[in-house]
């Protein structure tokens, strides 16, 4: 166990999250798991997934199995007030500085997946649209390093739970693939990024198959819906 990344951490105040979210989510939604027999029995691997709602990491949180970590940025302009804002840090996750390269997530990253843990990373780097955006270059960074391989999963319907509407239950679809993976980066410079990019490219590639065809963005087969995601595509913070 890494003594200063332990896995897993927090147990008692994790597992009544846990309770508080399994209850929250009887009662105000329907969620079903699709690919269920996609999920392995042990770590490590990294999640990824499609980020369209600020709650998305809660669905997750009551749907699986493990004790999931996070890596989030630290800056939350999706939440909607400070409440919910509050909620990652109540959680516990590994905060990820936007816009900058984070050597104290990425040693976090690293010494979980050396413990066989679970790791729950949201490659588009924010919720802004409700549609597939290109990766950040940290997810394919960490499974290079790491040599851990990706669990893509897409998120379908988390955009219809809020705001709450009174007597309707919004169904919650979790899609599960296949795992894939590692990738090895072994170029510098320029080419570096190259190879960065063509492992998100890939990583998207494999969660915009687990979504409806309007929700995949710049992977979507219809040209109008890909012009439509350029337009949101950028980075916003």
Do not use: C
């Not at 809020?162 to 980066?185: A, D, M, N, S």
């Amino acid at each position: 166990m890494s003594e200063e990344f332990p896995y897993p951490r927090f147990p008692i105040k994790r597992r009544i999250f846990k309770g508080i979210a399994a209850l929250f989510f009887k009662l105000f939604a329907r969620v079903e798991i699709i690919g269920a027999e996609n999920l392995p029995t042990t770590g490590p691997v990294i999640i990824v997934a499609n980020h369209f709602s600020f709650a998305d990491p809660s669905v997750l949180i009551n749907a699986l199995p493990w004790e999931l970590e996070f890596l989030a940025g630290t800056d939350r302009p999706a939440a909607p007030n400070k409440i919910t804002a509050s909620f990652p840090e109540l959680w516990g996750v590994y905060n990820v500085q936007r816009g900058t390269s984070s050597r104290y997530a990425f040693n976090a990253a690293t010494a979980i997946m050396k413990q066989n843990g679970i790791l729950a990373i949201f490659p588009e780097g924010g919720a802004w649209a409700e549609v597939l955006r290109p990766a950040r270059p940290g997810v394919p960074l960490i499974t290079s390093i790491s040599q851990a391989p990706l669990l893509p999963i897409g998120i379908d319907g988390m955009t219809d739970l809020f705001p709450f509407k009174l007597f309707q239950r919004p169904k919650i679809t979790l899609r599960v693939g296949k795992q894939f993976g590692p990738f090895e980066v072994t170029g510098r410079g320029k080419e570096r990024r190259a190879q960065l990019d063509q492992i998100g490219e890939k990583i998207m590639e494999s969660i915009a198959e687990l979504l409806p065809a309007d929700q995949r963005g710049l992977w979507a087969d219809d040209p109008k819906l890909v012009e439509e995601a350029k337009k949101v595509s950028e980075f916003p913070w």
